[in-house]
């Protein structure tokens, strides 16, 4: 199911339009003004890589390329799970279970409280 963006000539916003198979005819309307003039955008595309390649990109956090070691959220934890394993060790299931929620980008609850003390700079 491709999905193609349109960029509305008379409201200048980007319009999503899911279709059902490649061979579907398009007829294309803005979903903010109603129009029908619409222009086909350039779409960007999803690319996924494996963990194993994630980790030998981003490299140990110990290296000169830290930083990338530090962008990926997906590194949370890999230090820890490294020291447990040369330690020869089981994890304990509840670290385990912080883990994989922080990977996915839910903070942990001790997180979570210190999040709503923090106050909002957003202006509204």
């Not at 007829?27 to 003039?37: E, I, L, W």
């Not at 981003?58 to 830290?66: A, H, L, R, V, W």
Request: hydrophobic content about 30%.
């Amino acid at each position: 199911m491709p999905i193609y963006e349109f960029l509305c000539q008379a409201c200048h916003k980007k319009t999503t339009l899911l279709a059902k198979s490649v061979s579907t005819p398009l007829t294309p309307k803005c979903s903010f003004c109603g129009s029908t003039d619409l222009v086909r955008a350039v779409s960007s595309f999803a690319y996924h890589k494996s963990m194993q390649t994630v980790w030998e990109e981003s490299g140990e956090p110990s290296t000169s390329s830290s930083l990338n070691f530090y962008k990926d959220p997906r590194n949370i934890g890999r230090w820890a799970e490294k020291r447990f394993k040369e330690m020869g060790q089981e994890m304990p299931p509840h670290l385990q279970e912080t883990i994989k929620a922080a990977r996915e980008g839910e903070l942990p609850s001790e997180m979570k409280d210190l999040k709503k003390s923090i106050p909002d700079a957003t202006y509204h």
